[in-house]
């Protein structure tokens, strides 16, 4: 787990405005005094100061243009982007989340799930004709990864319930192959990103397999691209979830782990991500071998 120094000056960059209100500027202020006052790498401790801090906030907010929620949670996505997916600080901001689900005013998390959209609005693009049709705002690729660990590692908790939309097409577009027509992230980063929702979430992502939830066997092939669960070139089976596209998922790894073009980073998630769906299939035999033994 790393505490290397954060930097947040991209997000304090004027021209970009990357943080649209100053609601969520004082957000920002707040995450990083709390960051830079934390002696330890005490989760739990520093969250719940940083919930504190935004309770405090919250009756002095006019909240003229949005929600006082909606600004928690734009504010959250972009700092998140500036903290690495193996920083502590991505742990921080995951439980500050779900203690902000029992709080009045959060209860529910409300918004989180458009909030959290507008993002993929902005993922960095690599292939499109005119350089000057990009958006400032967009995130980089190394953002693009960190944004979606903070997602993946809340889609993970029982408490985040809206998110699978945005965990299956990222496991697809860097799995299934590559959509025409796609201006989205490159090849590789897509395939750090599918990596990255593998460890954070494998666990989510073997239960809603084993309950085949969103499977369709009636799919429309003409706009299999368009919907978030469908499937991508290189898969046959079902959209949705299911056991078959998770071995699908696991054997594209194994495969891409032999190809000899990515950086160190690359090879070190998927090894990560194979050893993760690998240990949670083994405990899933486990478990099920001891039920089977056991007297009845």
């Known amino acids: 787990m790393s505490r290397q120094a954060l930097s947040f000056e991209r997000l304090r960059d ?31 401790q520093t969250s719940q100061r940083f919930v504190d801090g935004l309770i405090k906030l919250a009756p002095g907010k006019s909240l003229a243009t949005q929600s006082l929620p909606r600004s928690t949670w734009s504010a959250l996505s972009r700092i998140a982007c500036c903290i690495d997916h193996r920083h502590y600080g991505q742990d921080v901001l995951v439980t500050t989340v779900r203690k902000l689900n029992g709080v009045e005013g959060w209860k529910g998390l409300p918004e989180i799930w458009t909030a959290m959209r507008e993002n993929w609005n902005l993922s960095p693009t690599y292939n499109l004709e005119d350089i000057e049709d990009k958006d ?45 027509g796609n201006d989205g992230p490159d090849p590789e980063t897509c395939l750090q990103v599918s990596c990255e929702w593998a460890v954070q979430s494998g666990w989510r ?23 978030p669960y469908s499937i991508g070139p290189l898969f046959t089976g079902l959209r949705g979830f299911s056991l078959e596209r ?16 990515y950086n160190e980073i690359t090879y070190k998630l998927i090894d990560e991500a194979i050893e993760m769906m690998t240990g949670i299939e083994r405990d899933i035999f486990k478990k099920s071998y001891v039920e089977a033994s056991s007297p009845s």
């Open 14 to 44: 004027e021209e970009c405005s990357l943080l649209s209100t100053e609601d969520e500027l004082d957000i920002l202020d707040l995450f990083e005094s709390v960051m830079n006052s934390s002696p330890d790498l005490d989760v739990e």
């Open 136 to 180: 400032e705002r967009e995130f980089t690729t190394k953002e693009w990864l960190n944004l979606n660990s903070l997602a993946a590692r809340m889609y993970s908790g029982s408490h985040v319930r809206f998110f699978a939309s945005f965990a299956i097409h990222q496991l697809s577009v860097g799995l299934e192959g590559e959509r025409k």
């Open 205 to 227: 992502l073997m239960r809603e397999s084993l309950l085949n939830t969103f499977a369709d066997p009636k799919e429309d092939l003409e706009t299999r691209y368009s919907n």
């Open 246 to 261: 998770w071995g699908f998922w696991k054997r594209r790894l194994v495969e891409l782990r032999e190809v000899d073009i």
